[in-house]
């Protein structure tokens, strides 16, 4: 791997002269970065309301806890789901529920899935998923007899599930990699478990019912050659490190709680991570930045 070392100075036969205006110009650059660091913060801050110090330090510490940076989240959005965290703790204000989380460790968890409401469901918003199958997915597969495919941010395994039902009825899911990334234990542990509730009906047609879902405890397990297919990884997507490259990437709706900075970066790190052709698949409202090419509704096409 490429390193830089802008700190040291290899002189060779240069002059004294020709060394200070190196270093005075290596300074200057210096000036510059740190000066468009500066701005690149304020534009951030601009987007984003100042809370009150008590509640600031809690969401730090419920991310920080749960491996997750805070730096580059949306504090205004999650703050809208502190009342929810204060009731799932017990408390009443942010500084018994710091006080009742020192005491209590094993509530970090409880703390961080009230506090990132993870929504999904199975083949959510419809139109993208025909499109993936009637076009996408066959166009990945063209010499190909199976395909790797990521879902970011997975939460409950729905989204996950989902494609693979699609791999399922392209014939290549035996041949296939599914992996799911989250950073919350108990979303990890249902998608692994794969039990969904009943009203998974109005989102699931009835022959794919049939064929992927077993009737189970009031509810519908996922089949097992599905969920034998899937992997579950525990990791931040800001800092995920991926291994190998995709086919297809589902990222929905982790970019709207992202500031600008830190979503361009989340955008930067799946376009890298998607081989040469692969599919971006994002939420409704995002727009992902890098050279991708727009082939449907929520589906982006790497150049």
Not at 53 to 58: D, N, P, S, Y
Not at 75 to 83: H, I, N, T
Not at 227 to 244: E, H, I, P, Q
Request: glycine share 10%.
């Amino acid at each position: 791997m490429e390193q830089r070392y802008s700190h040291v100075l290899f002189e060779g036969r240069r002059t004294p002269l020709a060394a200070r205006a190196s270093l005075r110009l290596q300074g200057e650059r210096h000036n510059a970065n740190s000066s468009r660091a500066v701005a690149e913060m304020v534009r951030q801050r601009m987007h984003e309301p100042e809370l009150a110090a008590g509640k600031r330090a809690l969401l730090h510490d419920i991310l920080r806890r749960s491996g997750v940076m805070p730096a580059g989240y949306r504090m205004s959005g999650l703050a809208r789901r502190l009342p929810a965290c204060l009731r799932a703790l017990g408390v009443e204000n942010e500084h018994e529920a710091a006080v009742r989380l020192a005491m209590h460790p094993t509530c970090w968890e409880t703390a961080l899935n009230a506090l990132l409401l993870g929504v999904t469901e199975f083949f959510r918003d419809g139109q993208p998923y025909e499109q993936l199958r009637k076009t996408i997915l066959p166009g990945l597969l063209q010499g190909r007899a199976g395909l790797r495919v990521l879902s970011a941010a997975c939460s409950d395994g729905a989204e996950l599930y989902s494609l693979g039902i699609c791999l399922g009825e392209q014939e290549v899911l035996g041949t296939s990699e599914l992996v799911g990334v989250d950073c919350r234990q108990k979303a990890l542990a249902t998608a692994a478990a794969g039990w969904y509730h009943k009203t998974i009906e109005g989102s699931v047609p009835a022959e794919l019912r049939e064929q992927y879902l077993r009737p189970a405890n009031g509810g519908y397990r996922m089949w097992e050659g599905l969920t034998g297919r899937a992997k579950w990884r525990m990791g931040d997507m800001c800092n995920y490190r991926m291994a190998g490259r995709y086919d297809l990437i589902a990222c929905r709706n982790l970019a709207i709680y992202l500031l600008p900075g830190a979503a361009d970066r989340l955008w930067r790190r799946l376009y890298e991570g998607l081989r040469p052709g692969g599919i971006l698949f994002v939420g409704k409202a995002e727009r992902p930045v890098g050279a991708f090419d727009r082939v449907g509704p929520c589906l982006y096409k790497k150049v």
